[in-house]
């Protein structure tokens, strides 16, 4: 689509540097890039028509909209016209509205850029797009938009994210991958048309990136992988979550590249087995969090190759690695004394056992997703909460041998007055309201889970929120059925319930 560019007069329609002047109704149009050089590129406003990059669609409630006077005050009008000799850009060194401009965010940005002549030049100016994140605008980023932004920043970029902007693929990322050459950080996350090519641009042009995240990019394989570890050397956190084609090939070529990696996410990475984490243990000793969710033939093997070679590691996530044991817990505590986090939902061969080793070497734990720990019992709660003087989140949900002497232990606890703030309890069938009372202490706490403890009672969660009146409270009661009328003629309905 193609409009007039601002003229020295406010838009049509009676918005007033607004860019939405003219527009239909819930529709916002954003000077999201401006023409490439070709056509005006310097910045300073030219006759002719720009190129409209973005119709966003807005809601039309009150709290979303933005209402722009049709006809504003003299004063402001003076101050603020689209003359250049205006009182603001004559009191005001540009320096300092450059430095002013700096501070804005991009949608503001655009609506300045049609202000006057000089506003535009200063809103559009490389220094000011270091930083953009268009994930608001993901339905209407097309790859044009892309390419016309990296040839309006150029190496001023440095963090762009794309996160969701299904419409960008291979072709703009090479254009973007050309001008924008000290860009460090790029969220590429759910962009599913992006390939292998894409990488390759990276690898080829941008050999100052230090954040990568390709969650979800689904078409990528290892030669992604091999591309980065050979143009990327400064690589330090690369999300490769649900790229599914990735094997330990991939993950070998990678470490051998880039071994200053300090986060590592492959979730959902199935094809993933012990000897990728080999890999990882031996080439990346700077690591502090990986993540192998649902990554199920990892085994006890490969995380202790991790846990020897990472002593720096604060952050795992083993959740769904089902074959794990109690040896992972055990290598955990003799090696990564700085653990913070751990979660290991539905890792139901862990025990007390290895839990107590655990608690009684990693005395910074943060928070524990314990969900579906099914063995663990009250042994657990009592080392935590006498080791652990840090623990913030815990969850124990379906964790069904805990009873309330363990909370009792917890809510005693070193980290229970001041640190605890989250603690789930849903499906821990033994829990009784003696718990609640055992909570009342935790002054931080700010929300727990109580779905389906059948001995948790309405009365109990009222005594507690005397004591913790800002608590969220996440409990369900069943409605209760009204008794069968005695008439036998009548029609019997549950009441409870509504026919639609």
Not at 434 to 449: G, T, Y
């Amino acid at each position: 689509m193609e409009i007039p560019a601002p003229s020295s007069s406010p838009a049509p329609g009676g918005g007033y540097g607004d860019g939405t002047g003219g527009t239909e109704p819930g529709t916002v149009k954003m000077w999201l890039c401006v023409p490439p050089p070709s056509q005006g590129g310097d910045g300073k406003a030219v006759k002719g028509k720009y190129r409209l990059m973005v119709n966003r669609r807005v809601s039309s409630s009150a709290e979303n909209s933005v209402e722009f006077p049709r006809k504003p005050a003299p004063e402001l009008r003076k101050m603020f016209s689209n003359n250049d000799e205006a009182v603001i850009n004559k009191k005001l060194p540009k320096e300092l509205l450059l430095r002013i401009f700096s501070f804005l965010d991009v949608v503001t940005l655009c609506r300045c850029a049609q202000v006057s002549r000089a506003w535009n030049v200063l809103a559009l100016d490389g220094s000011n797009w270091q930083r953009i994140d268009l994930f608001d605008f993901q339905r209407d980023i097309e790859g044009r938009v892309v390419e016309n932004i990296s040839k309006r920043c150029g190496g001023f970029l440095r963090k762009l994210s794309l996160r969701g902007c299904l419409g960008v693929g291979d072709n703009a990322l090479r254009t973007f991958a050309q001008n924008c050459r000290n860009i460090e950080v790029l969220n590429l996350n759910g962009c599913t048309k992006i390939t292998d090519a894409t990488c390759t641009s990276l690898s080829k042009f941008c050999s100052k990136l230090r954040h990568l995240d390709l969650a979800s990019c689904t078409s990528i394989t290892n030669l992604s992988l091999k591309a980065l570890s050979e143009g990327c050397p400064l690589l330090e956190q690369l999300n490769i979550s649900w790229c599914d084609q990735v094997t330990k090939d991939g993950i070998q070529a990678l470490v051998r590249g880039c071994g200053g990696l300090k986060a590592l996410f492959l979730k959902g990475c199935t094809q993933l087995e012990d000897e990728a984490l080999k890999y990882i243990g031996a080439h990346c000793p700077e690591l502090v969090t990986l993540n192998l969710q649902t990554c199920l033939q990892i085994t006890d093997d490969g995380l202790i190759t991790i846990c020897r070679g990472c002593h720096k590691l604060q952050s795992l996530c083993a959740s769904g690695c089902s074959n794990i044991t109690d040896a992972i817990l055990n290598a955990l505590g003799q090696n990564c004394p700085r653990l913070r986090i751990l979660e290991v939902a539905r890792c139901s061969q862990l025990t007390d056992v290895g839990f107590t080793t655990l608690a009684r070497n990693c005395h910074e734990l943060e928070k524990m997703d314990l969900e579906e720990c099914v063995q663990i019992t009250d042994s657990t709660l009592i080392q935590l909460s006498i080791h652990c003087p840090r623990l913030q989140v815990l969850s124990l949900s379906h964790c069904e041998l805990i009873t309330d002497d363990g909370i009792r232990h917890l809510g005693n606890g070193a980290c229970a007055h001041d640190r605890l703030e989250v603690i789930e309890l849903d499906n821990c069938p033994l829990i009784t309201d003696a718990s609640l009372e055992h909570l009342k202490s935790c002054h931080s706490l700010e929300r727990i889970e109580l779905y389906d403890c059948q001995q948790i009672t309405r009365a109990g969660i009222k005594r507690l929120r005397t004591h913790l009146p800002n608590i969220k409270v996440h409990a369900y009661f069943a409605p209760v059925t009204p008794p069968p009328s005695v008439g036998g003629s009548r029609q019997r309905f549950c009441r409870c319930c509504i026919i639609l």
